[in-house]
């Protein structure tokens, strides 16, 4: 028995082994929660593999949290997964213009491409959230 049986927790990024929201969905699992991932785009794929590595094996959606048609769809997709609660919800999504901002250029990185990476990486914590709050407890 773990902290989280029979809870529910939506994990967001995963696409390496080592990243924190593999390591999260990988915790939370052996935990006793039921974990259900996303990513999207070229990343779906990697996630796809990713998540064999996990016990059990977690269903994985394709969500752009960046997308309103993606974000409007998600309580009907959890719910067709027979998820009719979520007990917690993990942003763990990061994005950088490598070009621009990587590298020891963060310093010089451009407005358009800081904003970009707020866009990506920050702001959608709030329409995820708001996004799944019809399914809070």
Known sequence: ??????????VTGVTMNTSIAYKVAEIAAAEGATVIVSNFGRALSLTN???????PT???LEL???????????????RG??????????HSIAFANPETALGGKFLTTPFEDVAGSVHISA???VSLTMACKPLSG
């Open 1 to 10: 028995m773990g902290i989280l049986d029979g809870k529910t927790i939506l």
């Open 49 to 55: 593999r990713i998540v064999r590595r996990l016990d």
């Open 123 to 125: 702001y959608p914590l």
């Open 58 to 60: 977690p269903p994985v």
């Open 64 to 78: 752009a949290v960046t997308n309103a048609e993606h974000l409007a769809e998600l309580p009907g997709q959890l």
């Open 81 to 90: 997964l027979g998820v009719d609660r979520l007990d917690g919800v993990v």
